[in-house]
């Protein structure tokens, strides 16, 4: 089992529409999570950061975190063909400093 | 803010040379940076971690001769990779994470290198 599992996708989803990334995480001890964005030829960029069950929302954005179902995801509303992407989830460890294990992403293709 | 500052964005250089590239924390120190490599439509490969004022830590299968890391401050961390080969032309990305338990990492934009 990976450390952190992503569909790799494509995920396709129309413009205006909600899309829904989803994240699972196998170290039941892990403390924070991320979300970052990567659109093809560049850097990723951190998007959401979560730290406790529940929900998070900044803007369009919404981290939801399930510790007992060992779950993370992120919904974009009204998603924008600027939105295609490349989603990486993130996951610290527990029990090391700075020891995040990504995801291998989910490709997100909002159609116009 | 967490601006990290990577240069250069782009080399291009002969086979059998030597390349540096620097990743810089502008507005934050950190204790740890880290070196990833990326291919074309593959995922994030963790190369190193890289500790201020000690030696990096290489993931498996990473060459530590090949790539050299140094961490010279808390906000300056260098990759050379000696004697370049085409087979090591790809993208390579930094990142730095704030002092503070459970900051999440902030990349550079990379350095994308070409070796002839």
């Known amino acids: 089992q990976k450390e952190v599992e992503q569909n790799s996708g494509p995920l396709s989803v129309p413009e205006g529409a909600i899309a829904s990334l989803n994240c699972t995480y196998s170290?039941?001890?892990?403390?924070?999570f991320f979300w970052y964005r990567q659109y093809s030829g560049k850097s990723p960029e951190l998007i959401m950061s979560i730290y406790s069950n529940g929900d998070k929302e900044d803007g369009r954005f919404t981290a939801q975190l399930n510790k007992a179902s060992q779950y993370v995801s992120l919904l974009i509303r009204d998603s924008q063909p600027s939105d295609s992407a490349t989603y990486l989830c993130?996951?610290?460890?527990?029990?090391?400093?700075?020891?995040?294990?990504f995801g291998t992403g989910t490709k997100l293709q909002v159609i116009p | 803010g967490a601006v990290v500052s990577q240069h250069p964005s782009w080399v291009i250089c002969k086979s059998g040379t030597s390349v540096k590239i620097e990743c810089r924390s502008l507005d934050f120190q950190a204790t740890t940076m880290f070196w990833y490599r990326q291919f074309p439509k593959q995922s994030l490969m963790l190369m190193a971690t890289s500790n201020e004022g000690s030696k990096a830590t290489y993931e498996q299968g990473v060459e530590k001769d090949k790539f050299l890391i140094n961490h010279a401050s808390l906000t300056l961390s260098t990759l050379t990779v000696t004697s370049a080969h085409p087979e090591d032309s790809s993208f390579y990305i930094c990142?730095?994470?704030?002092?503070?338990?459970?900051?999440?990492?902030?990349f550079g934009d990379g350095t994308r290198l070409s070796i002839l």
């Open positions: 990142s730095a994470s704030k002092l503070d338990r459970d900051q999440p990492q902030h």
């Open positions: 170290d039941r001890g892990s403390q924070s």
């Open positions: 993130a996951v610290n460890r527990s029990g090391g400093y700075q020891k995040v294990t």
